[in-house]
T-cell receptor, first 117, second 114 residues
Framework: ETGVTQSPTHLIKTRGQQVTLRCSSQ?????VSWYQQALGQGPQFIFQ???????GRGNFPPRFSGLQFPNYSSELNVNALELDDSALYLC????????????????FGPGTRLTVL | AQSVTQPDIHITVSEGASLELRCNYS??????LFWYVQSPGQGLQLLLK??????LVQGIKGFEAEFKRSQSSFNLRKPSVHWSDAAEYFC????????????FGTGTRLTIIP
């Protein structure tokens, strides 16, 4: 069983640029969540995708957007990068049997470290 | 809105000594509670979770946690720490309203001294 993988491992961008981060969910999982972890902080929920639809969003501006593909992998896109976007971006996957099912355990990937200069 | 407080930013413990990391949460309903561990440059590994039932939960690596509803707490304990336990520990509360959103505390950094 393959766990959650993320690419790239590290990334350096400059202010105003756009970035795309990728996540492959664990085999059999249909839900992906993205979190931002700034240095010295706990992870903060950005959004979740369930069966290719956004299923909840945290307090992040619209320049943070995402996609989930039919194979349940996912992308996080950030436009107009700002210095404060420098962080570790974590992806987590889970299996949600139905849209109304209760909490399902998430499994985290190793993260992508984004540095904005 | 749900929230988690970890009052201790940094704790230093001698190897072999006992450990307790504090966590207080705020949530309107019965919470789903978690403890995660993060080693430098790594992702998050789940230590244990509480969904319902027995308020004392056992996890991996010899960790346990106790859910106390009256105190809104979910403290993590280990009777004897090992040098390999040095890491960042995060307490989190999970949503039970349609998605798996986790709200994390700011973490407690654990240092082990010989």
């Amino acid at each position: 069983e393959t766990g959650v993988t993320q690419s790239p491992t590290h990334l350096i961008k400059t202010r105003g640029q756009q970035v795309t981060l990728r996540c492959s969910s664990q085999s059999g999982h249909n839900t992906v969540s993205w979190y931002q972890q700034a240095l010295g902080q706990g992870p903060q929920f950005i959004f979740q995708y369930y069966r290719e639809e956004e299923n909840g969003r945290g307090n992040f501006p619209p320049r943070f957007s995402g996609l989930q593909f039919p194979n349940y992998s996912s992308e996080l896109n950030v436009n107009a990068l700002e210095l404060d976007d420098s962080a570790l971006y974590l992806c987590a996957s889970s299996f949600r049997p139905t849209a109304l099912s209760s909490y399902n355990e998430q499994f985290f990937g190793p993260g992508t470290r984004l540095t904005v200069l | 809105a749900q929230s988690v407080t970890q009052p201790d930013i940094h704790i230093t413990v001698s190897e072999g000594a006992s450990l307790e990391l504090r966590c207080n949460y705020s949530y309107g309903a019965t919470p789903y509670l978690f403890w995660y561990v993060q080693s430098p440059g790594q992702g998050l590994q789940l230590l244990l979770k509480y969904f319902s039932g027995d308020t004392l939960v056992q996890g991996i690596k010899g960790f346990e946690a106790e859910f106390k509803r009256s105190q809104s707490s979910f403290n993590l304990r280990k009777p004897s720490v090992h040098w390999s336990d040095a890491a960042e520990y995060f307490c989190a509360v999970g949503s039970n309203f349609g998605n798996e959103k986790l709200t994390f505390g700011t973490g407690t950094r654990l240092t082990i001294i010989p």
